[in-house]
């Protein structure tokens, strides 16, 4: 397994602004993700952040709205760009482990935009 | 699209009774991945069962695979209130590029002493 940590734990936003998630693991790791879970969801995939290159959006998730760092196999960034009420969500990042892409989370931040 | 469902979306038990959770898929997959989450923090990683695989253990946790069908569930035994969260199945889809989940819609379980 792998020991994630993420900051801020949570936060409240103004519309409009920026807010960057950083996501710290213990261990080297190829593969880092970003998630997406609205209010009463599921979870969905927002990017693969790999290292050394740009990150992998999927459908319905742009790089200018979610710009994803990854300057080293043991730490990211994503940041929520012109933030809008409807960014309000918990964003999880995590990391697969192993042949078999066992996959590990961080706490998730919490944010609110009013 | 997501491509887990999960059945049923909540489920009510007492302490002491075993709680069953299935999921069911849309695509072969590499493997399938048991997340908990309590009151919308992180996920806790479960169980991890292969494709090739029919069942696991894991202490009061017992998860099945039928591939055939396309399903599997989540059992919890002699369950206790501190397993009252959110259960969510998540596949590792072959050919699904990146070695992505796809998660299930959940299952919210509560636990009444």
């Known amino acids: 397994s792998a020991v994630i940590s993420q900051k801020p734990s949570r936060d409240i936003c103004q519309r409009g602004t920026s807010l960057t998630i950083q996501c710290q693991v213990d261990s080297q790791v190829t593969m880092m993700f970003w998630y997406r879970q609205q209010p009463g969801q599921s979870l969905t995939l927002i990017a693969t952040a790999n290292q050394g290159s740009e990150a992998t959006y999927e459908s319905g998730f742009v790089i200018d709205k979610f710009p994803i760092s990854r300057p080293n196999l043991t730490f990211s960034t994503l940041t929520v760009s012109n933030m809008s009420p409807e960014d309000s969500s918990i964003y999880l990042c995590s990391v697969g482990i192993g042949s078999y892409n066992e996959q590990f989370f961080g706490p998730g931040t919490r944010l609110t935009v009013l | 699209s997501q491509q887990g469902e999960e059945d049923p979306q909540a489920l009510s038990i007492q302490e002491g009774e075993n709680a069953t959770m299935n999921c069911s898929y849309k695509?072969?997959?590499?493997?399938l991945q048991w997340y908990r989450q309590n009151s919308g923090r992180g996920l806790v990683h479960l169980i991890l069962?292969?494709?090739?695989?029919r069942e696991k253990h894991s202490g009061r946790l017992r998860v099945t695979l039928d591939t055939s069908k396309k399903s599997s569930s989540l059992l919890i035994t002699a369950s206790r209130a501190a397993d009252t969260a959110s259960y969510f199945c998540a596949t590792d889809a072959r050919g699904g590029g990146y070695n992505k989940l796809i998660f299930g819609a959940g299952t919210r379980l509560a636990v009444h002493p």
């Open positions: 069962i292969r494709s090739n695989e």
């Open positions: 695509t072969s997959i590499n493997n």
